[in-house]
């Protein structure tokens, strides 16, 4: 087994942790005790105050509360009324950013990735580092990636819609 990625592998700056995650494996344990693994493959970065993309760039909410504490927590949302998203909040108290996660091996699309791991609100501010249902293990060889801009954030405008801060892996 690998060891889980501590608290302040997330308590750095959004754009150093989001590449980071690819070839990490994220672990979902059900309540029936089965564990799932899956290998991180995409990932987009989302950072306050001034990224328009980002949910945070107007200020804390009941929604963003989360994305203001220290990096290391599970900022989930729902889209559509039916998928969940999921988020891992990075760097300092009040800095505002989280790492989207797109897909993973074997899974494309980060609502996709949402049903498979049964994600609902109550993920909402977990802690990465001690849950028993979510977090993330490092992995040994860190993959080779694309920087590629965001997808679906139009209403953001420019520079932000360009922003290379997707990251694809190789694998």
Same mark, same amino acid.
């Given at each position: !087994?690998?060891?889980?990625?501590?608290a302040? /592998? /997330?308590?750095?700056?959004v754009?150093?942790?989001? +590449?980071?995650?690819l @070839?990490? =494996?994220?672990?979902?344990r059900?309540?029936?005790?089965n564990?799932?693994r899956? =290998?991180?493959? &995409?990932?987009?970065?989302?950072?306050? +105050?001034?990224?328009?993309?980002?949910?945070a760039?107007?200020?804390?909410t009941?929604?963003?509360? =989360? !994305?203001?504490?220290?990096?290391? *927590?599970?900022?989930?949302? *729902?889209?559509?009324?039916?998928?969940?998203m999921?988020? /891992?909040?990075? @760097?300092? &108290?009040d800095?505002a950013?989280?790492?989207?996660?797109? @897909?993973?091996?074997? %899974?494309?699309g980060p609502?996709? %990735?949402?049903?498979?791991?049964r994600?609902d609100?109550t /993920?909402y501010g977990?802690? *990465?580092?001690?849950?028993?249902?979510?977090?993330?293990?490092?992995?040994? %060889? +860190?993959?080779?990636? &694309?920087?590629?801009?965001?997808v @679906? %954030?139009?209403y953001?405008?420019?520079p932000?819609?360009?922003k290379p801060?997707r990251? *694809?892996?190789n694998?």
């Amino acid at each position: !087994m690998n060891q889980r990625l501590p608290a302040d /592998f /997330f308590q750095r700056d959004v754009l150093t942790v989001a +590449p980071e995650l690819l @070839g990490k =494996v994220l672990v979902r344990r059900f309540s029936d005790g089965n564990e799932e693994r899956y =290998v991180v493959t &995409e990932v987009e970065a989302y950072s306050a +105050p001034y990224d328009m993309a980002c949910h945070a760039s107007k200020g804390k909410t009941s929604r963003t509360e =989360v !994305m203001f504490r220290e990096g290391g *927590l599970i900022y989930v949302y *729902l889209i559509y009324g039916i998928y969940w998203m999921l988020n /891992f909040v990075t @760097g300092k &108290e009040d800095e505002a950013s989280a790492v989207l996660i797109r @897909g993973v091996k074997g %899974i494309s699309g980060p609502g996709r %990735i949402g049903k498979a791991l049964r994600l609902d609100k109550t /993920f909402y501010g977990e802690n *990465l580092h001690t849950s028993d249902r979510l977090w993330v293990e490092d992995s040994t %060889i +860190p993959p080779a990636y &694309e920087c590629l801009p965001r997808v @679906g %954030i139009n209403y953001a405008g420019e520079p932000w819609v360009s922003k290379p801060w997707r990251y *694809l892996a190789n694998i």
